[in-house]
């Protein structure tokens, strides 16, 4: 085996140089679009999770202190909403792809809003549950078509990157602000106010969605 490497003849791989020639550049108008692209999606994100970051702080606390119930029907309500997220997810993003990336955002900020609305004043646990589903609805239909949306408006070799800003930068600040900023609206102004600033914040998502955030039509599929 030594003798048969040693008349081995042996090739030196070619480099495969990665070209760094203006064409592999984004131009600079290119670059800009797609920092506003980013930077409108990620405001309307903030404001979804700022719904949801009341939600996960004080739907316990309406449950028990407002409505009156037991602590177990406070777990079975979460439990029923996250099962509503996990069917209807993947349903709602494959309509997102037909329908419209950014239809599907607008849709779920307002009937998160709507539902964000009832729960401000719910008085029973059956009208709390449905008002629950409602936003878990709305939750899986803008997730999806958000992330996807994302998805084809930045460059494919910087996705990762953009995905991180908007997970652990947009997303979370909304949620950060739910909880904190909700908690000072229950303190001083109730319940039903700091329900109704969710309500607030997912009509104002729609909105800046509505006028700003930008859908390529090409990447929808055919119906």
Same mark, same amino acid.
Request: glycine share 12%; net charge positive.
């Given at each position: 085996? #030594?003798?048969?490497?040693?008349?081995?003849?042996?090739?030196?791989?070619?480099?495969?140089?990665v070209s760094h +020639?203006?064409?592999? &550049? =984004?131009?600079?108008?290119?670059?800009?679009?797609?920092?506003?692209? !980013?930077?409108?999606? %990620?405001?309307?994100?903030?404001?979804? !999770?700022?719904? /949801?970051?009341?939600?996960?702080?004080?739907? *316990? #606390? /309406?449950?028990?202190?407002? @409505?009156?119930? +037991?602590?177990?029907?406070?777990?079975? =309500?979460?439990?029923?909403?996250?099962?509503? @997220?996990? @069917? =209807?997810?993947? *349903?709602?993003?494959?309509?997102? $792809?037909?329908v419209g990336k &950014?239809?599907?955002?607008?849709?779920?900020?307002?009937?998160?809003?709507?539902?964000?609305?009832?729960?401000?004043? @719910?008085?029973?646990?059956?009208?709390?549950?449905?008002?629950?589903?409602?936003? +878990?609805?709305?939750?899986?239909?803008?997730?999806?078509?958000? #992330?996807? /949306?994302?998805? $084809?408006?930045?460059?494919?070799?910087?996705?990762?990157?953009?995905?991180?800003?908007?997970?652990?930068?947009?997303?979370?600040?909304?949620?950060?602000?739910?909880?904190?900023?909700?908690?000072?609206?229950?303190?001083?102004?109730?319940?039903?106010?700091?329900? =109704?600033?969710?309500?607030?914040?997912?009509?104002?998502?729609?909105?800046? %969605?509505?006028?700003?955030?930008?859908?390529? *039509?090409? &990447?929808? #599929?055919?119906?």
């Open positions: 085996m #030594l003798t048969g490497l040693r008349g081995t003849r042996w090739i030196e791989p070619k480099s495969t140089a +020639s203006p064409a592999n &550049k =984004l131009p600079s108008g290119t670059t800009t679009s797609i920092y506003k692209s !980013l930077t409108s999606q %990620c405001v309307v994100a903030a404001l979804q !999770l700022f719904g /949801l970051g009341i939600l996960f702080t004080f739907l *316990p #606390l /309406l449950a028990t202190q407002v @409505v009156g119930v +037991s602590a177990t029907k406070v777990g079975i =309500l979460f439990t029923i909403g996250w099962l509503v @997220v996990v @069917v =209807l997810s993947i *349903p709602m993003g494959m309509l997102a $792809d037909r &950014k239809t599907f955002m607008i849709l779920g900020l307002l009937v998160s809003a709507v539902a964000m609305a009832g729960m401000a004043f @719910v008085e029973s646990f059956s009208w709390l549950i449905a008002f629950v589903i409602i936003r +878990s609805m709305g939750m899986a239909m803008f997730n999806p078509a958000a #992330l996807g /949306l994302l998805s $084809d408006s930045v460059p494919l070799r910087r996705q990762s990157t953009f995905m991180g800003v908007y997970g652990g930068v947009c997303e979370n600040t909304g949620i950060v602000a739910g909880s904190a900023l909700g908690g000072f609206i229950w303190s001083m102004w109730g319940p039903q106010a700091t329900f =109704l600033a969710g309500t607030i914040a997912g009509g104002l998502g729609a909105a800046i %969605c509505f006028g700003f955030v930008r859908e390529k *039509p090409e &990447k929808r #599929l055919a119906r």
